[in-house]
C-alpha cells in the first residue's frame, strides 16, 4: 500500500488570443479561456513577441490515463 505514486504527466497547448479588427491589439480573451476550462485546460502562461505582446496563450492539463500517448505503450 506504500507504492509509488506515477508523476503527473502533462499536456500542452498554444492559443493565439483573439484580435481586434486593427489585428493588432489583442481583444479580452475571456471567451477563449473559459472554452478551454470546459475542456480541463488550465491557462499558465503566455508568450510574448520581441518588442511586447502576447503572440501565444499557454494552456496545461494532465494527461487522462484513458488516452495515455506514452512513447514506451507507442511502440509495444
Do not use: H
Request: net charge negative; hydrophobic share 25%.
Amino acid at each position: 500500500m506504500g507504492g509509488r505514486q506515477e508523476p503527473t504527466r502533462w499536456e500542452y497547448e498554444t492559443v493565439r488570443p483573439p484580435r481586434g479588427s486593427t489585428r493588432k491589439e489583442a481583444t479580452d480573451p475571456g471567451a477563449v479561456l473559459n472554452e478551454r476550462a470546459a475542456d480541463g485546460w488550465r491557462f499558465v502562461d503566455t508568450i510574448d513577441y520581441t518588442g511586447g505582446g502576447t503572440k501565444y496563450l499557454v494552456f496545461e492539463r494532465p494527461i487522462r490515463s484513458d488516452t495515455d500517448d506514452s512513447p514506451t505503450e507507442a511502440m509495444s
